[in-house]
C-alpha cells in the first residue's frame, strides 16, 4: 500500500488542523493504521492507532482528548483532527499502516508502510 499524507500547516495555539492520509489499492480495510510525529532533534512518536475495524482506538497521553483518529474505508482515507493544538505539537506527522495484526500499536517498528509525512508548525 502507498500512503499520502496532506492537511499540514502553520496554526495558531488553540487553533484546529485537519490531517488526511490517502492509501492506495483495495485492500485498506485491512490494515491497522497509524499516526506517528517527530519533532525536530527527537525520535518518532506515536500519535493515534485506529484498528483495521475502526471500533478499536488509542492514543497517546499527550493528545488524548484533543486529537480524534478516524477511517472511511470507502475512501481509502485515514484521518486525523486536532484541536487545542499546542506549540510541543510542532512536528511533522506520519501516517502508517500494517498488514499484521499486534497487541501492541506505539512501535514505529511494527509498522510496514509510511507516508511521506506532513509539517505541522504550531506558534505561540
Known amino acids: 500500500v502507498q500512503l499520502q499524507a496532506s492537511g499540514g500547516g502553520l496554526v495558531q495555539a488553540g487553533g484546529s488542523l485537519r490531517l488526511s492520509c490517502a492509501a492506495s489499492?483495495?485492500?485498506?480495510?485491512?490494515?491497522?493504521m497509524g499516526w506517528f510525529r517527530q519533532a525536530p532533534g527527537k525520535e518518532r512518536e506515536f500519535v493515534a492507532i485506529i484498528r483495521r475495524s475502526g471500533g478499536t482506538i488509542y492514543y497517546a497521553d499527550s493528545v488524548e482528548g484533543r486529537f480524534t483518529i478516524s477511517r472511511d474505508n470507502a475512501k481509502n482515507t485515514l484521518y486525523l483532527q486536532m484541536n487545542s493544538l499546542k506549540p510541543e505539537d510542532t512536528a511533522v506527522y506520519y501516517c502508517a499502516a500494517r498488514r499484521t495484526y499486534y497487541s501492541d500499536y506505539d512501535r514505529p517498528q511494527r509498522y510496514d508502510y509510511w507516508g511521506q509525512g506532513t509539517l505541522v508548525t504550531v506558534s505561540s
Open positions: 489499492g483495495r485492500t485498506f480495510s485491512s490494515y491497522d
